[in-house]
Each structure stands twice: as structure tokens, then as C-alpha cells.
């Protein structure tokens, strides 16, 4: 399998964009989790879903992000509009029994807003 | 205080040394997971947790859930194992990971 997918792998725009991030998990897992990495605040899980739906968005940071999952082999995280203080990187991970199993990781997109 | 705390925060040491990463917790935990982050930035996961040790090649993990204490130890280190190494816990009940802030290792040859 070739592991979890996101792209793009970089992202650069300017504030008040939208943004969409893209991950394609490992085929037959049944978990999909969204994960932002900053300097300041470390790894933060921003949502979880299971089987296509979500199930905590505690951690989504405001209205202004939105994630979906419209079917188990893609889901996307928004950002609309875009702001200075959303650089960060975004993992994406999946795994098939959710957080009592290891999590495999995606590469990571490098978000940085201007 | 952050409910994940790990130590120390930097780490730096010879080729050959044994190596201790230390990660308390101050909430309740269904498991515990150690993540090593790469210098490109890829993460990977290295041991899930929920009581006892677990051995993997020179890597060790131990989990004291009374004490809420892990360790991860590396034997024999060597300069590929420099990396940031993550302590994350799944808290009780709210089925969601929370991460400590890191410990950056580097190991010279």
C-alpha cells in the first residue's frame, strides 16, 4: 500500500483564500484523523472520523475550518478564509481501530499563509 | 501545566549512549502512544501502550499506569536516531490523543 496520501505537500497563499487540503487513507481503515502541527502549540488533534463520519470536532479552531469525508478513500479539511495565524503543518492519519492502535501518518502539507 | 509534560525538551548525546525520554501525565489514559518525528518532518509510530513494556529492535517502552509515568529508552543510540520523539496519551473516556510538546535528540557520532 502506499501509505497514507495528502496534497498538496506545500501551500502558499495569501490571506482570505480558501484553502483546501486533500488525504487519501490506507485502504481499509476505518479511522481518519486530521492533526496541525505549529512551533507554539505542538501536535493538536482537529477532528476524527469513523467510517465516513465524523465523530469529535473539539478541536476544530473555528467556523472557519470545515472537514469532510464524502466517501473511505478521501477527505478533505477547509480553510475559508484563510488567516496569517492558520500556518502550520497539517497531518492527516489513519488507522483501522481508532486511537487503541498505532496511527500511520501522511506526510504532512506545509501550509503557510501570507 | 499541560496535561502531557516530557523531558527533558532537548537531548543531545554520543553514538553508543543508552538513551531515557520521560513523559508524565496528569489525566486518566485508555493508552499511550510514542511517535518519532523525522528531521523531513514525517512521523512514525513506534508503540502504542496501555500497560507494561514493549521492545522493538534497540527501542524500549515502559508504562507505569499508577505512576502515570512512560519511558522510552534507546540502546546502542546512533546518529539515525536523531529525531523529535512524541509522548501522546488517549484520555479516558474522550477517546482523543493529546500530545506532549516533544524532546528533540540528537545523537553525534
Known amino acids: 500500500d502506499a501509505g497514507v496520501i495528502q496534497s498538496p505537500r506545500h501551500e502558499v497563499t495569501e490571506m482570505g483564500q480558501e484553502v483546501t487540503l486533500r488525504c487519501k487513507p490506507i485502504s481499509g481503515h476505518d479511522y481518519l484523523f486530521w492533526y496541525r502541527q505549529t512551533m507554539m502549540r505542538g501536535l493538536e488533534l482537529l477532528i476524527y472520523f469513523n467510517n465516513n463520519v465524523p465523530i469529535d470536532d473539539s478541536g476544530m479552531p473555528e467556523d472557519r475550518f470545515s472537514a469532510k469525508m464524502p466517501n473511505a478513500s478521501f477527505s478533505t479539511l477547509k480553510i475559508q478564509p484563510s488567516e496569517p495565524r492558520d500556518s502550520a503543518v497539517y497531518f492527516c492519519?489513519?488507522?483501522?481501530?481508532?486511537?487503541?492502535?498505532?496511527?500511520?501518518f501522511g506526510p504532512g502539507t506545509r501550509l503557510t499563509v501570507t | 501545566k499541560n496535561e502531557v509534560e516530557q523531558s527533558p525538551q532537548n537531548l543531545t548525546a554520543q553514538e553508543g549512549e543508552f538513551i531515557t525520554i520521560n513523559c508524565s501525565y496528569s489525566v486518566g489514559i485508555s493508552a499511550l502512544h510514542w511517535l518519532q518525528q523525522h528531521p523531513g518532518g514525517g512521523i512514525v509510530s513506534l508503540f502504542m501502550?496501555?500497560?507494561g513494556k514493549k521492545k522493538h529492535g534497540r527501542l524500549i517502552a515502559t508504562i507505569n499506569i499508577q505512576e502515570k509515568h512512560s519511558s522510552l529508552h534507546i540502546t546502542a543510540s546512533h546518529p539515525r536516531d536523531s529525531a523529535v520523539y512524541i509522548c501522546?496519551?488517549?484520555?479516558?473516556?474522550?477517546?482523543?490523543?493529546?500530545f506532549g510538546q516533544g524532546t528533540r535528540l540528537t545523537i553525534n557520532p
Open positions: 501502550l496501555s500497560s
Open positions: 501522546a496519551v488517549c484520555v479516558q473516556g474522550a477517546q482523543k490523543l493529546v
Open positions: 492519519a489513519s488507522n483501522p481501530q481508532g486511537h487503541f492502535y498505532e496511527q500511520y
